[in-house]
C-alpha cells in the first residue's frame, strides 16, 4: 500500500491522502471516501481515520481523506471566500464533491462508498441521496430514532441504576460550587441536526432502489437515541432494506472511538463489511 | 504549499510551505515542531495558519509528523523518543537542502519545543535562532496532566457507558485518546527543557507564552538571563484545563506577534 499527498478543488484548496493498495488495483472494487468529523483534521478524531484508511486499503480498497475548506491543512474555499470558523463543517462548499471527482476520475469504472463519523455521517447521507455514484455508506455515530423497545430498555436501565437514583437525591440536597464540574467535554455544539424521519425514509427508499448499501454503527455515546442493535431497522420498518442494511453497535466504545481497543474492532467490522459487500466472491 | 513524504523509508509526513510570491524581506527557513497526543489535534490548524502567515515575510516552512504520529507512517505504539529526536533532524536537513539555506530557525510548540530542543542540542550546525512557543519545560509534569485530564475525561465519559464498566482510567498506557508506550513515557517523563543547554546552543532564543503562570518561576528566571524576546499571546487555550480539552487552540489574535517573534 501507498500513500500520496494530494490536493484538489479549485486551485488546490483542498488537502487529502491517497491510500493505494499496493496490488494491482481490483478495478471492481468501489473507492473510499473518509468525510472530516467536526472539526478534526483528516487524520480524524484520535487518529482513528489513519487506522481505519489503512486497513481498509490494506484489505484492497483505494482510500481518499481530507480536510474541508477552511480545516486541516485546506485552504478556505475561493467560491465561498473565508473558512468555516464559526459554522457547521457539512458539504455545504462543495468540498464532498471536489473529493468524489477527484476519485472518480482516479478510478473511473468503480463507484465510492463514503464514510464518516458526526457530521461526517450526516454529510455522507446527504450526498449519497443526490449523488448517482455512491454505492455505499458507512455511517459513524449518525442517524437514529427511537422505538418502543428503544424506550423500554431506557426506562428499565435507569429504574435499576442505582447511581442515578444516588444523583436525584444529590441534586436535592445543597452543593458546592465547582468552577470546572459539569463543563462539557466536547463543548456543547450540534454538529448536525436529525432529519425528519418521513424525509429520511424516502431518501433511504430511493437510496435502496439504487442498491446502496449501508452500515451504521453506533458507540454507546448515542445512548440518548439508539440502544440495541437492529434498532435502526426496526425505526424503519416500513423500507424495504433486504440485505443492504447492517447494524453494529458498540456499547463500550465512546463518541470518537478513544480506546485502542475500541478502535481495532470498529476498524475491523468496516473492513470486513466492505469486503463481504463489495468484493465478489471468487 | 507542497504535502509529501520523507525521511527513511519515506515515513514522514510533511507540508513545505514556500514564500508568498509577493513576499519581501530577508529570506528565512523555519522549522515547526509540533506537539504530541491531544495536544497535537488541537493545534494542528493553528501551526498550519502559523506557517502560512510566515510565508508572507518570505519564509520558508516545513510542518511535519513525528515517526507513528498523525499523517507518518508506523502505528502509535511504534512512537519512540529517540526517533522523534531524529525526525527533527531529518526534517532539518530536508529543509536545509530544499531550500539551499544554511541558517535555519526552528519553533517548538509546547513537547515539540522539549523535543527540538532536546535534538538540536548536540547539533546546533546551521541553527539560526529558536522560539519555544508554550514550551513544555519538565516532560514529567506535561504527563502527570495528560493523566489527569484522561481520569477526568474517561471519569465523564463514562455515563456513556454500562454500569459495570464505570471508571475513571487510571495506570493506563493510553492518555485522551493516544497511545503512549511505556517505553515513550519513561523518556518524556526523564526530558527537561534545561536552560543551559539551550545557553550552550548559543543561538538566539525567543519565548511566546500564553499563560506564563504555568511555567516554573525558577526556569523563567533562568531563561532571563538569556535574554531571549519574549512575548506574551493571547491566552485562547489552557492545556491543562478539562473545560478545555475539547476546544483547539485559536492563534490568529497572537498570530503578528508570534511571526515577529520568529522573525527576530
Known amino acids: ?282 | 504549499m507542497r504535502s509529501f513524504f520523507f525521511g527513511p523509508e519515506q515515513s514522514l509526513y510533511g507540508t513545505y510551505h514556500p514564500p508568498r510570491e509577493a513576499a519581501t524581506g530577508l529570506e528565512h527557513a523555519v522549522l515547526i515542531c509540533g506537539s504530541l497526543g491531544a495536544e497535537y489535534m488541537r493545534s494542528y490548524r493553528s501551526l498550519w495558519q502559523c506557517a502560512e502567515a510566515l510565508t508572507a515575510r518570505n519564509t520558508h516552512v516545513l510542518r511535519f509528523d513525528y515517526f507513528a504520529t498523525g499523517e507518518s507512517a508506523g502505528r502509535q505504539s511504534e512512537a519512540d523518543w529517540m526517533r522523534c529526536l531524529q525526525d527533527v533532524r531529518t526534517a532539518c536537513a530536508w529543509l536545509q537542502s530544499e531550500t539551499a539555506m544554511n541558517q535555519i530557525r526552528v519553533v517548538g510548540h509546547r513537547i515539540g519545543a522539549l523535543i527540538a530542543v532536546n535534538a538540536l542540542a548536540d547539533q546546533p550546525v546551521g541553527l539560526d535562532a529558536v522560539t519555544l512557543w508554550d514550551p513544555v519545560v519538565d516532560g514529567s509534569q506535561w504527563f502527570d496532566v495528560q493523566q489527569t485530564l484522561h481520569a477526568e475525561s474517561t471519569r465523564r465519559s463514562n455515563r456513556f457507558r454500562s454500569r459495570t464498566r464505570q471508571y475513571a482510567e487510571r495506570d493506563t498506557d493510553e492518555f485522551l485518546g493516544f497511545h503512549f508506550a511505556d517505553h515513550l513515557v519513561k523518556a518524556i517523563k526523564s526530558s527537561r527543557l534545561d536552560v543551559s543547554t539551550l545557553a550552550a546552543m548559543d543561538v538566539r532564543c525567543s519565548l511566546g507564552v500564553s499563560d506564563p503562570s504555568e511555567l516554573p518561576e525558577a526556569w523563567l528566571d533562568a531563561m532571563a538571563r538569556l535574554q531571549p524576546t519574549v512575548d506574551e499571546l493571547k491566552p485562547e487555550s489552557r492545556w491543562a484545563s478539562i473545560s478545555d480539552m475539547g476546544r483547539r487552540l485559536i492563534v490568529r489574535p497572537s498570530l503578528p506577534k508570534l511571526v515577529d517573534l520568529v522573525l527576530a
Request: one cysteine or more.
Open chain 1, 1 to 282: 500500500m501507498t500513500e500520496r499527498a494530494v490536493r484538489f478543488g479549485p486551485a488546490g484548496a483542498l488537502s487529502g491522502i491517497y491510500h493505494c493498495p499496493e496490488k494491482a488495483a481490483d478495478l471492481a472494487l468501489p473507492g473510499v471516501i473518509i468525510l472530516p468529523a467536526g472539526i478534526d483534521q483528516k487524520v480524524g478524531p484520535t487518529r482513528l481515520y489513519v487506522g481505519i484508511a489503512r486497513a481498509i486499503a490494506a484489505a484492497g480498497f483505494p482510500v481518499l481523506r481530507f480536510d474541508y475548506f477552511g480545516l486541516g491543512e485546506s485552504h478556505p474555499s475561493p467560491v465561498t471566500g473565508g473558512g468555516r470558523a464559526g459554522s457547521l463543517p457539512s458539504d455545504q462548499g462543495g468540498d464532498v464533491d471536489f473529493a468524489l471527482d477527484w476519485l472518480s476520475r482516479e478510478r473511473p469504472q468503480a463507484g465510492v462508498v463514503l464514510l464518516g463519523l458526526c457530521s461526517g455521517a450526516h454529510d455522507a447521507h446527504r450526498v449519497a441521496a443526490r449523488d448517482q455514484r455512491i454505492v455505499g455508506v458507512c455511517q459513524l455515530d449518525g442517524y437514529g430514532y427511537r422505538t418502543g423497545r428503544y424506550w423500554l430498555q431506557y426506562t428499565v436501565e435507569r429504574l435499576f441504576d442505582r447511581r442515578r437514583w444516588v444523583n436525584v437525591i444529590r441534586r436535592k440536597l445543597p452543593r458546592k460550587a465547582s468552577v470546572e464540574d459539569g463543563d462539557p467535554v466536547t463543548g456543547d455544539v450540534d454538529f448536525f441536526t436529525m432529519p425528519a424521519k418521513r424525509a429520511l425514509a424516502a431518501e433511504l427508499r430511493a437510496m435502496m432502489s439504487r442498491d446502496v448499501r449501508l452500515l451504521y454503527l453506533f458507540s454507546g455515546q448515542t445512548s440518548n437515541y439508539y440502544n440495541y442493535e437492529r434498532q435502526f431497522a426496526a425505526a424503519f420498518s416500513d423500507v424495504d432494506f433486504g440485505q443492504r442494511l447492517t447494524e453494529a453497535f458498540f456499547p463500550e466504545a465512546d463518541h470518537t472511538f478513544s480506546r485502542s481497543v475500541d478502535r481495532r474492532k470498529l476498524t475491523a467490522r468496516v473492513a470486513s463489511w466492505l469486503t463481504n459487500e463489495f468484493r465478489p466472491a471468487s
